[in-house]
Nanobody, 120 residues
Framework: QVQLVESGGGLVQPGGSLRLSCAAS????????MGWYRQAPGKQRELVAT???????NYADSVKGRFTISRDNAKNTVHLQMNSLKPEDTAVYYC??????????????WGQGTQVTVSS
């Protein structure tokens, strides 16, 4: 079994910063791409940022220059550093990791979601 646990969400004022983390645990052999997605009320889930195991990154236009995705392979963890936060960044943030398990299967796993609220 594989589990993803997210942390780091919360309430922050506009212009502030937050750092999200997502740690995977369980029967992991290797992890390929990692990513962050978000879903605001009444909207579809959207991609925020992804990072490959070769550390190539990709960002949504709305967060370029403000958010930074990184990974710690030794800890099976992906981070999202969010700076200059705006009210429109308010959403539930989900991490996703593409994991190859010890049993030999590869699939995407999702975290439980963490709320980020940007408000004064």
């Amino acid at each position: 079994q594989v589990q993803l646990v997210e942390s780091g969400g919360g309430l922050v004022q506009p212009g502030g910063s937050l750092r999200l983390s997502c740690a995977a645990s369980g029967s992991i052999f290797s992890i390929y791409a990692m990513g962050w997605y978000r879903q605001a009320p009444g909207k579809q889930r959207e991609l925020v940022a992804t990072i490959t195991n070769g550390v190539r990154t990709n960002y949504a236009d709305s967060v370029k220059g403000r958010f930074t995705i990184s990974r710690d392979n030794a800890k099976n963890t992906v981070h999202l550093q969010m700076n200059s936060l705006k009210p429109e960044d308010t959403a539930v943030y989900y991490c996703k990791q593409s994991i190859h398990t010890v049993a030999g299967a590869t699939r995407d796993y999702w975290g439980q979601g963490t709320q980020v609220t940007v408000s004064s």
